[in-house]
C-alpha cells in the first residue's frame, strides 16, 4: 500500500483508539504506558516498513503524530486553551476549575496571569498527576506569545 493509505489506516483505526481519552489514562504511571508505547513503536516499525533498531522519533515525525506521552501533554493543553479562550463551551463544572495568581495575591507581578498549582496542597506523585495540577504547570510553562492564540 501507498505510505499515505498505511499512515491514514494508522490514524483511522490506531490512533483513534490512543486519542480516546488520553487525558485521563495518560495520567497513569508510566510502567502502567509501557506495554501500550512499546506496542505502539513496534507497530509503527512495522507499518513503515523500518527496521526495530531505528529511532522511534523519526517514525512519528513521518506520520506526523506524537508519542503517548507528548499526545497527553497535547490534549492537555488543548483542553488548558479551552478553558482560557472559550470557557463557554466547556461544560460549566469547569468555569471555575482553576485559578488565576492574581485572584489569590493582588501584587503586580509578570507572572500574575498564570494559574495557580496549589504546590502547597499537592504532596504526593498522584495528586502531581491530576490534570488540574498538571494542566497549571504545562500551561504556566508556554511562552506568552503562544498563550496568547485564540
Known sequence: MPPEIVRLFCFAFIHSHLFY???IYG???ANHLSKLL???NRLLHILQHKPFEMHTTDLYNTFFTLALQLLHSYQILVFMHRYVHHRNELPVIFSTYFEEKQCIHHHNTRHKHDFH?????????????SIKY?????WNNLPVDI???R
Open 147 to 149: 498563550k496568547a492564540i
Open 27 to 29: 495520567n497513569t504511571r
Open 134 to 138: 498538571k494542566g497549571c504547570k504545562v
Open 117 to 129: 498549582t496549589g504546590t502547597h496542597l499537592v504532596h504526593t506523585e498522584f495528586g502531581k498527576r
Open 38 to 40: 512499546l506496542l505502539n
Open 21 to 23: 481519552g488520553i487525558e
